[in-house]
């Protein structure tokens, strides 16, 4: 759903205002919380397609290698986590920096697009990629502390 999604608004952009159809529907009123999608604002335009062509292919591969059991999985998810929380800390930073210093807002007045909608939406994948890239440091650490100790017990013969 995401990846269909995200990059259902990176190629509809422009012309989502007058879209019609589920997706059309869905992006617009997700834009309660944030208008910046009716405008083609370029952060948010460039961060889903980011998402779209980069981090949804990348999870169905890194998807795949936890089904497969591959070395490969906790680099691939580290990467995905890293890139999915750095664009979420950007879109709240450059959201925050209108409201702060230019006194912008793209939220509706009503607290319930901005808590539901703006803040609950997201807030779930700064929490899940934080969590899978805390797993995949320790993961990381694990394997090299095994290889370290290897490498030390070969030294010592």
């Known amino acids: 759903m995401k990846l269909t999604s995200k990059g259902y608004f990176a190629y509809n952009y422009a012309s989502m205002p ?17 208008s910046r999608y009716l405008t083609g604002d370029s952060f948010v335009v460039t961060m889903e397609a980011v998402t779209a062509v980069l981090w949804g292919p990348l999870s169905f591969v890194c998807a795949w290698c936890i089904v497969a059991r591959s070395p490969l999985r906790h680099p691939l998810q580290l990467i995905i986590s890293l890139g999915q929380l750095y664009g979420d800390v950007l879109y709240y930073a450059t959201a925050t920096y209108a409201v702060v210093v230019e006194g912008v807002e793209y939220c509706r007045p009503e607290a319930f697009y901005f808590w539901a909608y703006y803040f609950l939406c997201n807030f779930f994948w ?32």
């Not at 007058?18 to 944030?34: A, T, V």
Request: glycine share 4%.
């Open 18 to 34: 007058n879209k019609m159809d589920i997706f059309g529907q869905l992006w617009k009123e997700y834009s309660l919380s944030d």
């Open 126 to 157: 700064i929490v899940i990629p934080f969590c899978l890239i805390v797993s995949s440091v320790k993961h990381t650490v694990r394997a090299f502390a095994q290889v370290q100790k290897a490498e030390a017990g070969k030294k010592k013969q």
